[in-house]
């Protein structure tokens, strides 16, 4: 037998379950080194060290087989790209149904448990006024707004002491009376400042009530479109048959 032949490098046994999920819970015990962000020397070193120590861990279980860094390094990155991909299925397939049941396969418990370690990055931040946002307590959040901006707008009216002839007999001084004019300056100031907060507060509610609107136009423009499809597929097993 050839030399090159006796040499070729046999296939890595598969993970199976066990093992999987040993590996995501030591990531999760060291997930904060693992899955830092930072990009510095520093930091390199200490992942470098810990997934040394994460893979010691992991042969010490005595599972199917002994696993080198690069293969338990390589398998986690597996399974991150796996989640991410099911994740957006599964996002795609709530929208294009409008809230309606989800046929996208969902997530074992293994992904989900990554899922949760790397979550910000497979969801993203949560988004209001775009596209993507959720729409259906859009009613409630408007109401909430108007809600608290009166009670905030309410809550800082001047409050006036109630003024007797007694206190209308002295005449103001000159320091009062220059004073009596910055205040009333600064109060009128403040009712601008309140009635531009009004105006711009009144932009939003319309933004948002707009964005209602789109949204369930789009909704309705989904069902639509699936309709036309149920349609043509029936049409052409019709045609089939014939």
């Known amino acids: 037998m050839e030399p090159s032949k006796e040499l070729k490098r046999k296939r ?3 993970f199976n379950k066990r093992e999987e999920e040993f590996l995501v819970e030591l990531v999760r015990k060291y997930q904060q ?15 470098e060290a810990c997934w040394v120590k994460l893979t010691a ?13 690069a293969q338990l390094q390589l398998k986690y990155k597996n399974l991150k790209k796996v989640v991410r991909k099911k994740s957006a299925t599964i996002r795609l397939e709530g929208i294009m149904t409008g809230g309606g049941k989800n046929q996208a396969e969902p997530l074992d418990d293994v992904e989900q ?44 009216k001047l409050q006036w002491n109630v003024v007797t002839p007694q206190n209308l007999k002295q005449r103001i001084s000159t320091p009062l009376r220059s004073n009596n004019k910055r205040s009333k300056s600064r109060s009128s ?3 601008n400042l309140l009635q531009n907060r009004d105006r711009l507060v009144e932009l939003q509610i319309k933004c948002l009530e707009q964005e209602y609107e789109m949204n ?16 043509e597929i029936t049409l052409l097993k019709k045609k089939i048959n014939n």
Do not use: H, Q
């Open 113 to 156: 448990k990554v899922k949760d370690i790397i979550r910000l990055s497979v969801d993203g931040l949560p988004s209001v006024f775009d596209s993507d946002a959720d729409f259906g307590d859009n009613n409630d959040m408007i109401g909430n707004i108007k809600l608290c901006y009166k009670g905030e707008r309410a809550s800082k």
């Open 12 to 14: 890595n046994v598969n």
């Open 189 to 191: 100031e403040a009712t």
């Open 216 to 231: 369930k136009v789009k909704k309705m423009n989904v069902a639509l479109e699936k309709e036309k499809l149920l349609l």
């Open 57 to 69: 861990e992991f042969n010490s279980l005595g599972l199917l087989v002994p696993r080198t860094v």
């Open 33 to 47: 080194v693992i899955e830092n962000k930072k990009t510095d020397s520093i930091m390199w070193k200490d992942k």
